[in-house]
């Protein structure tokens, strides 16, 4: 019984071109840094740009190697293959999908006023709205039953 031919980890050719543009354009960058650096006009910042690109072409790898073991245990997880010589590993906790109730403050609830004043207020507030309403509807020529919507 021969196991299904899996592609190998390092044939991505696209993939392994595009680390390597990546991380010679990072060190060319810090190289042209640290030129400018050390030039009559360079700065403290041209140095910090020096530092900083080489670091930027390692993450290019390290992402590409983590790129890697996670295809390469995705698929180990898929097929169930596993290596004779790595022992067998508990499976991974599954994370939760949903925050838990009761997990989380409750939203505070607005206080209901029952205040009299604030009342009659509100209700003056709502007629002068109708009002308002009804003067633009005869103002633009339309009858108020027009407007009214139809239940049925």
């Excluded at 030129?35 to 390290?62: C, D, H, I, K, M």
């Excluded at 997990?103 to 009299?116: F, G, S, T």
Aim: aromatic share 10%; hydrophobic share 45%.
């Amino acid at each position: 019984m021969s196991a299904s031919p899996r592609r190998s980890a390092h044939n991505r050719p696209a993939l392994i071109a595009l680390v390597i543009v990546a991380a010679l354009g990072c060190l060319a960058l810090a190289w042209w840094q640290w030129e400018r650096f050390e030039s009559s006009s360079g700065t403290g910042q041209n140095l910090g740009y020096a530092l900083q690109w080489p670091l930027f072409a390692a993450f290019a790898v390290f992402a590409y190697f983590r790129f890697v073991r996670l295809e390469r245990e995705a698929h180990e997880d898929e097929s169930g293959e596993q290596s004779a010589d790595k022992p067998r590993r508990a499976p991974k906790a599954v994370a939760p999908r949903e925050i838990p109730a009761g997990l989380l403050p409750e939203r505070p609830k607005a206080v209901r006023d029952e205040d009299p004043v604030l009342a009659d207020y509100n209700r003056y507030l709502a007629a002068l709205h109708a009002e308002d309403i009804d003067v633009q509807v005869r103002e633009a020529g339309l009858r108020v039953r027009d407007t009214e919507r139809s239940a049925g």
